[in-house]
């Protein structure tokens, strides 16, 4: 049974950091592309970081400088490290694994950052 589990939210004041953790696991074919999404109120979700399996990123404009994804040592394990944090970044954010084949998600995790 595949399960993709997210970790490391929670509350903040804007300027604090987190750090988000994804871990898959019973997925059989290869992950070529890991990332993190997120999906504010009344908003459409949405790219926030992404890395491949040679480890090209790519990164919304919205946290350029701000926002790091990194691999884990494990497999199929992601980490978005988020720094600055601005009350604009309060959402749920998602973690999703893509292999050829198929994509997997995960139920989410609340990031809140208060002003």
């Known amino acids: 049974q595949v399960q993709v589990v997210e970790s490391g939210g929670g509350l903040v004041q804007a300027g604090e950091s987190l750090r988000l953790s994804c871990a898959g696991s019973?997925?059989?074919?290869?992950?070529?592309?890991m990332g993190w999404y997120r999906q504010a109120p009344g908003k459409q979700r949405e790219l926030v970081a992404s890395?491949?399996?040679?480890?090209?990123?790519k990164y919304a404009d919205s946290v350029k400088g701000r926002f790091t994804i990194s691999r884990g040592n494990a497999k199929n394990t992601v980490y978005l490290q988020m720094n600055s944090l601005k009350p604009e970044d309060t959402a749920v954010y998602y973690c999703?694994?893509?292999?050829?084949?198929?994509?997997?998600w995960g139920q989410g995790t609340q990031v809140t950052v208060s002003s």
């Open positions: 999703r694994l893509a292999s050829m084949r198929d994509v997997y």
């Open positions: 019973g997925i059989i074919f290869s992950i070529n592309e």
């Open positions: 890395i491949t399996s040679v480890g090209s990123t």
